[in-house]
């Protein structure tokens, strides 16, 4: 008897295909489970790499599970490789807390681009926040100078800003001097996505294009009083799925991530009233995700 017929069918999506290596929570939505989904519903093919798998994110008491390491990392690369699966539009990272582990994401950076050279490598540098690290220093500077030389589009906090260029962010001015220097060192699209300045938060973003100097520019972020994580890694991935349709507008790809944030937040919150769970300052997660199917789909 003959063996059945197999059929492997898989169907491109004609927005491009992400390769996610990022973190990975079983309860709340941070890492992939706030970037995939999101991407998915802008059009794009994902396929996610946990990098590390928690029981939940690192703001509880505790938290358990596994972290892969470098070999793990590029096993499942050499995996796809020999299926002929690893052609990419592009690479999407967030957390990362091993230099092993960051030096096989520069491994897996040259290894796609062999493949596909026009590969877009969006990196979202988890540092820190509010004055504090989340890593190691050695893995900042692992950060500042291999990794930033690689990225298209670089989408720092304003402390993690700070980290990569040295320079203390006090003024919309010290922030877009902060993305010419990142510019400098590689990347032709920066994003710093919260920048409190005098009660205010910002965003800045800058895109250096060929010819002629950075085209710069600032949104001013309505604060929602609520505590949320999760909102970078859902920035980020908002960035990369909106700058891929408007390449050569960086401004009107962030203001459409932003207001995709805004009303996933708004909703977030109403979707709390309407099921008693209230979140405010100081709260431990955000669940924005979970709440999609009750607030709807965002339409800009």
Same mark, same amino acid.
């Given at each position: 008897?003959?063996?059945p017929l197999i059929l492997a069918l898989e169907l491109p999506s004609e927005k491009g295909r992400v390769l996610c290596i990022q973190s990975h929570t079983v309860q709340g939505y941070v890492g992939n489970k706030s970037a995939v989904f999101?991407?998915?519903?802008?059009?794009?093919?994902v396929d996610p790499i946990n990098s590390v798998q928690f029981s939940n994110h690192t703001g509880y008491p505790s938290c358990k599970g596994q972290v892969l390491n470098g070999d793990k990392l590029w096993d499942l690369i050499e995996g796809l490789e020999a299926n002929d699966l690893l052609f990419y539009t592009h690479l999407l990272t967030g957390y990362i807390g091993s230099i092993s582990f960051l030096n096989t994401v520069l491994k897996v950076v040259d290894k796609l681009? +062999? /493949? #596909?050279?026009?590969?877009?490598?969006?990196?979202?540098?988890?540092?820190?926040?509010?004055?504090?690290l989340y890593v190691t220093q050695e893995l900042v500077s692992v950060f500042r100078e291999k990794v930033v030389p690689v990225a298209t589009m670089l989408t720092p906090n304003q402390f993690e800003a700070e980290q990569l260029t040295g320079l203390r962010i006090t003024s919309e001015q010290?922030?877009?001097?902060?993305?010419?220097?990142?510019?400098?060192?590689?990347p032709s699209k920066?994003?710093?996505? +919260? /920048? #409190?300045?005098?009660?205010?938060?910002l965003l800045i973003g800058s895109h250096q294009k060929e010819k002629g100097p950075s085209l710069q520019f600032k949104i001013l972020i309505s604060k929602i009083p609520a505590y949320f994580t999760g909102t970078g890694d859902l920035t980020t991935a908002l960035l990369l799925g909106w700058s891929n349709k408007y390449p050569e507008n960086l401004d009107k790809a962030a203001e459409l991530s932003v207001s995709?944030?805004?009303?996933?937040?708004?909703?977030f919150i109403l979707c709390s009233f309407h099921t008693g769970k209230i979140?405010?300052?100081?709260?431990k997660d955000d669940e924005l995700l979970e709440c999609h199917s009750e607030s709807g789909p965002s339409r800009i």
């Open positions: 008897m003959a063996p999101p991407l998915q519903l802008l059009g794009y093919d681009r +062999s /493949i #596909n050279p026009k590969l877009t490598y969006v990196c979202d540098p988890v540092l820190g926040d509010e004055e504090k010290d922030g877009r001097e902060a993305c010419n220097i990142l510019h400098a060192a590689g920066v994003v710093i996505t +919260s /920048i #409190n300045i005098d009660g205010n938060l995709s944030l805004q009303i996933e937040s708004c909703g979140y405010t300052d100081g709260s």
